[in-house]
Structure formats: structure tokens, C-alpha cells
């Protein structure tokens, strides 16, 4: 059973520009499957001259217990962790009919969902937003965020009732 997707490799993007995957993310969840995303780097430490170029560009952030290896196995499977090049995700909640997102200083905010659905905001050294999940309802969507230099998080799939 897969539990996730690339929605980006530093590595794939550093040697051939190829790096992004959401778009395979966002086929599965619209052909129904539940399967979560991640980013990586795989730090081949190929990449020409510079041997560090391909690492570093993506990983992601788990939320567990304790930083052991059992713990961070089991809230990877649980789906409890987000994906970055470096923003950081602090939290997203439901509430009320919102979804709401802190994360760290980015340039814009969204959430987005099968097809165009989409909701947004964008702004200088922005650390909050609240959406409306009512175009979202009964399905999916996902939450991402892009800092100043162009680097995003990218949060797993919520399935809003």
C-alpha cells in the first residue's frame, strides 16, 4: 500500500527541472484515493561542481510523540506531517466552517481542491488566513504555502464533511 506521493524532488528539479509532482497528487485525490504527499531531496550529491546542490531542498516536518525512529514511522503512516523547501505550516484547524492556516512569514496562502476550486490570499510577511470550506465540502483539499523566494509547503489532503 502506498501512503504517499512526491509533490516535489530537489533533486529531480536540480538536474532535469522536473521536480514537481502535486499535479500526480491531485489526479489520485481526484480519482478518489486517499494517499498523502511528500517532499524530498534524496542528496545524491551529484549535481556538478557544486556536490551539495541537490540536497537540502526538501523534507518533510513530522509532528510525533518523541524523536525515535518507532514514533516518527507511526505519525508518518498517520499522515501527521507537511512538506517544505522551507515555509513552515504551524497549524491548520476547522472551525466554525473555516479552515484556518498559521504558518510562517509567506507571500501567499491557498487552498486548493479538485479542479479549479480554489481559495487564496496574498500579502507581504503574512502568517494567518481563514477560508470559507464550503466549495470544499464532501471532498478535498489541500493547503499550500509560498514564501517571498518562491518556496512552498505543502500540507497533506483534509477531507472536510
Known sequence: MSHAVEVYNHTSQVL??????????????????????????????????????????????????????DALVEALKRGHYYSSQGPRIEDIRIEGGAIIIETSAVFQISVVGRASRNEKLSGTDMTKARFPLDKFKGDWCRVVAID?????AWSNPIYPQ
Open 16 to 69: 532535469n527541472a522536473r521536480g514537481g509532482g502535486s499535479y500526480y497528487l491531485d489526479d489520485l485525490l481526484n480519482s478518489g484515493r486517499r494517499i498523502n504527499a511528500l517532499a524530498c531531496d534524496d542528496a545524491h550529491f551529484v549535481a556538478g561542481e557544486d556536490q551539495n546542490r541537490d540536497a537540502f531542498g526538501g523534507w518533510v516536518m513530522v509532528k510525533a510523540s518523541v524523536n525515535e525512529p
Open 148 to 152: 517571498e523566494a518562491g518556496k512552498i
